[in-house]
């Protein structure tokens, strides 16, 4: 089960990079464009499209990297036994809000699949075609905090090298 899970964070990691490639391609393409007095319709657009999908792609794979800004200032004054609920009571708070957040975004997505949702820009994209990037990633991160949740409970989670410092200075 660990190597699916790491391998699925790994995929979207290179599908979120894939997507920065894509914002890179658009920008270019409009730079030349204006440069060669030729408009491709919808650079924008697209270039907006992967942006979104490389961030949220990106999403558990940076979080499982442990390089997701993590804010120490109050579990960072505790340890043993309270540090550890205070970790699990934030794993479970990060978790239920992951699960809404990708809970949402698949709604989303189903929704302007069944309305028809179209984009205003010139393009004209049903919009549910990029926001499958927000929900795979959002449905990814929910996967991937649990992982953390479930790995804290059986105390197989990793700690981060911050907390490792703080706790030897105690």
């Known amino acids: 089960m660990r190597r699916l899970l790491d391998f699925f964070y790994d995929a979207a990691a290179w599908l979120a990079a894939l997507a ?3 914002v890179l391609a658009m920008v270019l393409t409009s730079i030349l464009g204006r440069l060669l007095n030729f ?6 657009a ?3 499209y992967s942006m979104a999908a490389a961030g949220f792609l990106a999403l558990a794979h ?3 990297k442990r390089e997701h800004i993590r804010v120490t200032l109050v579990i ?8 550890r609920a205070l ?3 934030s794993l479970a708070v990060a978790t239920l809000l992951a699960g809404l957040f990708a809970f949402y975004s698949c709604r989303l997505v189903w929704q302007s699949h069944l309305f028809n949702d179209i984009s205003t820009a010139n393009d004209a994209t049903p919009l549910w075609i990029p926001q499958i990037g927000m929900a795979v990633g959002t449905v990814l991160l929910f996967v991937a905090f649990v992982d953390e949740w479930v790995l804290e409970i059986t105390h197989r989670r990793q700690p981060d090298e911050h907390d ?3 706790q030897h200075h105690e």
């Open 20 to 22: 920065m490639i894509g």
């Open 39 to 44: 408009h491709l319709p919808g650079t924008d």
């Open 46 to 48: 697209y270039a907006g």
């Open 62 to 64: 940076t979080l499982k």
């Open 76 to 83: 960072g004054r505790f340890a043993g036994r309270t540090r």
């Open 87 to 89: 970790e699990l009571w």
């Open 164 to 166: 490792e410092e703080a």
